[in-house]
């Protein structure tokens, strides 16, 4: 079988869902999955994520990778090549692809809060979206709360979505438990993440603890946009917290090891896999009570309401982990079991499952 992947996700500084897939090729890699199919590989330029030694094909079709690139320029290839499947890992998919389409949708954000999203990037969102849904021969969904959001959305046929759960990095050499006073926070700079509230709860910690510190990694993506750099100022935190767009991934895995707490206060999530990765690593994580986060992260987070108290809220959590290791080991005793149901091998073969019933279909 040839298994056409959009692979734009993977160049640059890659986010979520160029992780997930380049975890998902690191997976098949593993599995030996190119003694059975063939990878072909897809991009506007030369992607950086790719795992070393991946026996895939690798077509480079110059452009700037947005919706034209997608529509245009990637159907004319996929006409001249004629896969038997096509997988779009981002949300949105090549409407006019020769072959059946997979299309993994992560989130409907906006759709359920267009208010989060500047009016024509909402819109172009919402209609390639819908439209790749209803496309799709399959659409796989990270959660059992964002299939139901994406069938209420996009009025995707129920029985065209799966869900198939993600993975968790785990750590090369076991988590001490010994983590310093750091508070940390991982992920792309949405309103919806509520940084606003992190930033002033960590400011009243800290008042009191002189050795906390705070680490903020992720793009800004916000709109209109925020400018963190001056909030962390405001309040005084300037040589006490740091603010990055990226790090690579060494940086990252010695962040986790080191933060006793990972805050994580997303109003809505399709699933959320940078807290399970703090998990992974011995931090303890503080996330909003919703119902994503109740079915991914179970009894392992410390979920607080969202209220007019939220701050307050968040603030007692925070302090009560910096300052009892005791807490801290409660919380990560109920994270093993809850670890164990989210591995990259067990999602990379249920992706590829659904490419070959795609296929087959």
Do not use: K
């Not at 994406?150 to 129920?158: G, K, L, S």
């Not at 009243?204 to 990694?217: C, F, M, S, Y």
């Amino acid at each position: 079988m040839r298994i056409a992947v959009d692979a734009r996700e993977l160049t640059g500084h890659p986010t979520g869902v160029g992780r997930y897939l380049s975890e998902l090729l690191r997976e098949w890699q593993a599995a030996g999955v190119d003694r059975r199919h063939t990878l072909q590989l897809y991009a506007h330029t030369t992607p950086t994520l790719v795992p070393p030694g991946l026996e895939a094909a690798l077509r480079i079709l110059p452009g700037r990778g947005g919706t034209r690139w997608e529509q245009w320029d990637l159907p004319r290839a996929l006409g001249r090549e004629r896969p038997d499947v096509v997988f779009a890992p981002g949300y949105t998919a090549p409407l006019a692809a020769p072959a059946p389409t997979v299309v993994a949708i992560h989130d409907v954000s906006f759709f359920a809060h267009p208010e989060w999203f500047a009016w024509r990037e909402g819109l172009r969102r919402r209609l390639f979206t819908a439209w790749s849904a209803r496309r799709a021969r399959l659409v796989l969904a990270p959660s059992a709360f964002s299939a139901a959001e994406i069938v209420r959305h996009t009025a995707v046929d129920t029985a065209r979505v799966r869900v198939v759960y993600l993975g968790v990095r785990r750590p090369a050499t076991p988590a001490t438990g010994h983590p310093a006073p750091l508070v940390l926070f991982v992920g792309s700079l949405f309103q919806r993440r509520r940084l606003d509230v992190l930033i002033e709860a960590f400011a009243r910690v800290a008042a009191t603890r002189p050795e906390a510190r705070l680490e903020i990694v992720g793009a800004n993506r916000t709109t209109p946009r925020v400018d963190f750099a001056a909030a962390l100022a405001a309040r005084g935190l300037g040589d006490r917290a740091q603010l990055r767009d990226w790090v690579d991934d060494a940086t990252l895995d010695s962040l986790y090891r080191e933060a006793a707490v990972f805050v994580f206060l997303s109003r809505y999530e399709g699933f959320g896999f940078t807290p399970l990765e703090a998990m992974a690593h011995g931090a303890v994580p503080i996330v909003l009570d919703t119902a994503v986060a109740r079915e991914i992260y179970g009894a392992a987070a410390w979920r607080v309401p969202e209220g007019p108290a939220l701050t307050a809220d968040v603030a007692a959590a925070m302090a009560a982990l910096l300052d009892d290791a005791g807490q801290r080991a409660r919380y990560r005793a109920e994270a093993a079991p809850v670890l164990e149901s989210y591995r990259w091998a067990d999602t990379a073969r249920r992706v590829l499952g659904c490419l070959e019933e795609a296929a087959g279909a």
